[in-house]
């Protein structure tokens, strides 16, 4: 099951999926959006070019810079939350660079407040409760949160200089690269690279079954040359774009992560 957020939430979540996945090894995609994890059941291990590990019962982890394998235990039911860029800290006190290698468990970043919403939460009966209790957790985190200064780098000004973004936003340019990378937890340059790429894979997954071209794909999200966009559909996605489009488009059960509505890739470009 997947969900768009509420409009109170619409500005920092990009939307949520819930799953049952039982012993199924999947591709995770890079992203640039943070992303919060709530097992409700069972568990996944995560393997990558640094090796192979479990993953805590509710974490959140930072952007990531490569495709992932994740295998599910028998009966695995969670709720993925995947937030806009820069916007983890209007919910939680925490720096974005520390959690992208090293997941923080949610009762660490939340404290008591995370506890008792995990209780809640694996009381649950039923994917759309998972969610709803999980917006609910989300909007009181905001509450408490409020008015904290986030920094939002316009999706129009993104490509500009770092002197004239920094400029724009009334800070010197080693200021602005610190703080993006607080809120962002990359650099700029890498944060483009998957703005570039989630733009490519979107524009793929709308088309479905349709023909491609994937030289006006890569030019339509911004690439040099369809070179560059097969490297890195390969690095971010684990698959090459073809190979994709057809795993996406035949429901293969290792492919979930790129099985998602209109309205959800959409949400995905979104500024």
């Not at 800290?89 to 520390?98: A, G, H, Q, T, Y």
């Not at 090293?102 to 409760?129: I, K, N, S, T, Y």
Request: glycine letters at 10%; hydrophobic letters at 45%.
């Amino acid at each position: 099951m997947t969900a768009l957020p509420s409009r109170s939430l619409a500005d920092a979540v990009r939307y949520y999926v819930a799953m049952r996945l039982d012993g199924v090894e999947s591709a995770i995609p890079a992203t640039a959006a943070p992303i919060l994890v709530l097992f409700h059941s069972g568990g996944t291990r995560v393997r990558d070019e640094r090796g192979e590990w479990p993953m805590p019962p509710a974490f959140l982890a930072g952007p990531s810079l490569a495709a992932q394998r994740s295998m599910a235990q028998a009966g695995t039911c969670m709720v993925s939350v995947l937030f806009q860029p820069g916007r983890l800290r209007r919910f939680f006190d925490v720096d974005v660079n520390e959690i992208i290698r090293h997941p923080a468990p949610l009762e660490e970043v939340a404290g008591r407040a995370g506890r008792e919403f995990l209780e809640e939460f694996r009381e649950a009966r039923g994917e759309r409760a998972m969610i709803g209790m999980t917006e609910r957790f989300l909007l009181r985190q905001a509450a408490h949160r409020e008015g904290r200064e986030l920094l939002t780098v316009p999706g129009e000004l993104l490509f500009q200089p770092v002197a004239g973004l920094a400029r724009e936003l009334g800070v010197s340019a080693r200021q602005f690269q610190r703080r993006f990378g607080e809120h962002y937890g990359v650099t700029l340059r890498d944060y483009r690279r998957l703005v570039r790429f989630e733009r490519g894979l979107a524009d793929l997954l709308l088309r479905g079954a349709a023909p491609m071209n994937f030289a006006s794909l890569a030019q339509a999200a911004g690439y040099f040359d369809q070179a560059h966009f097969n490297r890195d559909f390969r690095k971010f996605s684990g698959y090459s774009p073809g190979r994709l489009a057809s795993a996406a488009g035949g429901g293969e059960p290792g492919a979930w992560a790129f099985q998602l509505d209109r309205e959800l890739l959409r949400a995905m470009t979104r500024a």
